[in-house]
């Protein structure tokens, strides 16, 4: 009873030590070659065959998933930093959408599995996306609320919107001064100009 305890506490830890390997040779294979590299390849490199590892991770969504975990914390809390230290809730939502931002573009290729998961709800990255798009509406609605943004954005075409600032940011014609333009266009269509959110509701003084 005791033997058979013991051999299934090891084959727990083989399996998780397996796991958490293959998660850094793919956090590192995707950091080199992009999302869109050989799941066989990243088998080969971490020394495991393909069965072990679709037995952990059934396909590249699964994957991406797990690795974005970490990722997915960080974002999280710089959102309740956020929320907790920004007072204007128009430079939150911008705040918010950087974060965002700056979490898309943690692989090359990221934006397009994002894109198809907020179709997809089987996806492993449905939840994640459905979520953080959540928080985009709920950071939105603030600024709605006290004249800073337009009344006619949703919170969805804004994570959609940074999906695609984050693929313009890598494609070819980009440089280093894209991501600040490309930003600065994105907040200039769901920001309401300062004249409209005066004190008191009127227009600033000329």
């Known amino acids: 009873m005791g033997e058979a305890a013991a ?7 083989d399996k ?9 040779v793919a956090e590192e294979f995707f950091a080199e070659q992009g999302i869109t ?6 088998a080969k490199r971490a020394g495991v065959g393909p069965g072990t590892l679709y037995r952990h991770f059934p396909n590249r969504e699964a994957l991406l998933a797990a690795l974005l975990q970490a990722r997915d914390e960080e974002l999280e809390a710089r959102r309740d930093a956020i929320q907790r230290e920004v007072t204007d809730s128009r430079d939150a939502l911008a705040q918010w959408l950087q974060a965002l931002g700056e979490w898309v573009t943690a692989f090359d290729g990221l934006p397009e599995p994002l894109r198809v998961a907020l179709t997809e709800s089987t996806s492993p990255l449905a939840i994640t ?15 709605q609320r ?3 943004a337009q009344p006619w954005v949703r919170g969805r075409d804004l994570f959609l919107s940074t999906l695609a600032t984050a693929w313009a940011r890598g494609a070819a014609m980009a440089d280093e001064s894209s991501p600040d333009a490309l930003n600065s266009l994105m907040r200039t269509g769901w920001e309401t100009p ?4 005066a004190p008191g509701g009127g227009e600033d003084p000329a």
């Open 16 to 24: 998780q030590r397996n796991r958490t390997h293959i998660l850094e």
């Open 37 to 42: 590299g050989s799941m066989d390849a990243i």
């Open 7 to 13: 051999g299934e506490r090891r084959q727990r830890t």
């Open 129 to 143: 996306c459905q979520g953080f798009v959540t928080t985009t509406e709920d950071f939105l609605r603030a600024a």
């Open 146 to 148: 006290d004249g800073g």
């Open 194 to 197: 300062a004249a409209e959110t």
